[in-house]
């Protein structure tokens, strides 16, 4: 599902940084959101993903207007890119979230040097 879903037709889509752990239920994760990042939950059609130390699992909580749906997908071969190197919540644009869900980084990998001499 998450794979074939239309990035567009989400309200927002979000990641948690690091690690969670992904024992957490609904009520754990949706509190996470709430008390450590601020963000409203009650927002229909956002999407907020959560990793665990295993990048190979993720879980997904989205609000549909009358509950929540959570999301849990497991690839079989394979790891999801996911950013360890910050605790934060970070906003997906529609091209980072088919580039998570095909596996690729949503970080940029080719950067911008500045030769100090040539070859």
């Keep these: 599902m ?3 879903a239309n990035p567009k037709s989400f309200a927002g ?3 948690v940084c690091g690690y969670t752990d992904l024992r957490y239920g609904i009520d754990s994760l949706a509190a996470i959101i709430e008390q450590k990042y601020r963000m409203e939950l009650f ?3 956002t999407l907020f993903l959560f990793c665990g130390h295993s990048a190979s699992k993720i879980k997904g909580l989205l609000w549909e207007g009358d509950g ?3 999301l849990y997908k497991r690839v079989e071969c394979g790891r999801f890119s996911w950013p360890r190197n910050s605790d934060e919540l970070t906003q997906l644009s529609p091209e980072q979230f088919r580039w998570l869900m095909m596996g ?3 970080n940029p990998v080719i950067h911008n040097i500045n030769p100090t001499h040539s070859a």
């Design 43 to 45: 927002v229909p059609n």
């Design 68 to 70: 929540y749906l959570m």
């Design 104 to 106: 690729f980084s949503i």
């Design 2 to 4: 998450l794979k074939d």
């Design 13 to 15: 889509i979000y990641i």
